[in-house]
Nanobody
């Protein structure tokens, strides 16, 4: 089992940047693929980006390709989401998640953090 704690959210103006972090407990972080998801007010939670156990493979939602970058540091038990050129439509609660399955199989993500709010003002 793994416990996840997100940080780095906040209020930023459109065009700005934020870097989210997700710290994982336990000594088996490298055995989990990791992902970022988000939920905007009144909308369902949606996939943002995922990364394989080694960090060698990543996937992104079309809406954030070229704008967001997911990365991980297995020595620090942390996964990151670098968000650039933020837009008001990126406003959401961002969740970190983990799976012992394949990084691109979204339905297998079964460990979740509590979320961190990102608000982008116009």
């Amino acid at each position: 089992q793994v416990q996840l704690v997100e940080s780095g959210g906040g209020l930023v103006q459109a065009g700005g940047s934020l870097r989210l972090s997700c710290a994982a407990s336990g000594r088996t972080f490298s055995s989990y693929a990791m992902g970022w998801f988000r939920q905007a007010p009144g909308k369902e939670r949606e996939f943002v980006a995922t990364i394989s156990r080694t960090g060698g493979s990543t996937s992104y939602a079309d809406s954030v390709k070229g704008q967001f970058t997911i990365s991980r540091d297995n020595a620090k038990n942390t996964v990151y989401l670098q968000m650039n050129s933020l837009k008001p439509e990126d406003t959401a609660v961002y969740y970190c998640a983990a799976t012992s399955g394949l990084y691109y199989v979204l339905k297998t993500y079964d460990f979740w953090g509590q979320g961190t709010q990102v608000t982008v003002s116009s």
